[in-house]
């Protein structure tokens, strides 16, 4: 069935240290892709998708690349700062052509120090 | 525009009692989705609506877990008995038809602690 793997955290980095978190998936057909970030406190908030093969997602300097050979959708910025501490969800979108069920994977925590 | 709301933000209960939860979407989402999130897991969906007609359930603890959405707005979800593995939030998100998968909108969960 459809699966998402994600890094085992936490992730601890120094402030304007880059960032990868990476990210893997096992599903039919072509899946869209998509970060999701969960800030304290706060609700899950869709970061950035990408809806085919070779598209990138981007958002507040967060960038993903659907990677379809390697079966991959790693998550990079390239200077982290202390408020992009959060924990980090993958996930995959299957269904119809308007809606469908995520699956997500079990989510990364990022710790960014000053 | 407003976002998912949900209540209760928390909730404690004794295993084997009832509770309720309750949604409200964003105005005009046709989809309202309720998933499980145990500590230390990703979301798991347990239920998706397309207006008030169930598209996915296959993943809904039938036996203790029931929800509602009618007239296609507002949803519940109740579970009754509780048991102890039940402890998660439950979060509710809602979407609208975009023509491509749409972009789910997130409430901010309640959180089930059972005793």
């Known amino acids: 069935g459809n699966s998402v793997t994600q890094m085992e955290g936490p992730v601890t980095l120094s402030e304007e240290a880059f960032l990868t978190i990476n990210c893997t998936y096992t599903?039919?057909?072509?899946?869209?892709l998509f970060w999701y970030v969960q800030y304290p406190g706060e609700g899950l908030q869709l970061l950035l998708k990408?809806?085919?093969?070779?598209d990138k997602g981007s958002n507040k300097g967060f960038e993903a690349t659907y990677r379809k050979e390697t079966t991959s959708f790693h998550l990079e910025k390239g200077s982290v700062q202390v408020s992009d501490s959060a924990v980090y969800f993958c996930?995959?979108?299957?269904?119809?052509?308007?809606?469908?069920?995520?699956?997500f994977g079990q989510g990364t925590t990022l710790q960014v120090k000053p | 525009e407003a976002g998912v709301a949900q209540s209760p933000r928390y909730k404690i209960i004794e295993k084997r009692q009832s509770v309720a939860f309750w949604c409200n979407p964003i105005?005009?989402?046709?989809?309202l989705y309720w998933y499980q999130q145990i500590l230390g897991q990703g979301p798991k969906l347990l239920i998706q609506?397309?207006?008030?007609?169930?598209?996915?359930d296959s993943q809904l603890p039938k036996d203790r877990f029931s929800a509602e959405r009618l007239k296609g707005v507002d949803s519940t979800l109740k579970i009754q008995p509780a048991k102890l593995e039940d402890s998660a939030v439950y979060l509710c998100?809602?979407?609208?038809?975009?023509?491509?998968?749409?972009?789910?909108?997130f409430g901010p969960g309640t959180r089930l602690t059972v005793l």
């Open positions: 998100a809602s979407s609208r038809p975009t023509g491509s998968v749409g972009t789910q909108y």
């Open positions: 599903a039919t057909g072509y899946p869209s």
């Open positions: 990408a809806t085919k093969a070779d």
């Open positions: 996930a995959l979108g299957h269904g119809s052509s308007n809606t469908g069920k995520l699956i």
């Open positions: 105005s005009g989402h046709a989809t």
């Open positions: 609506f397309q207006n008030n007609g169930v598209v996915d």
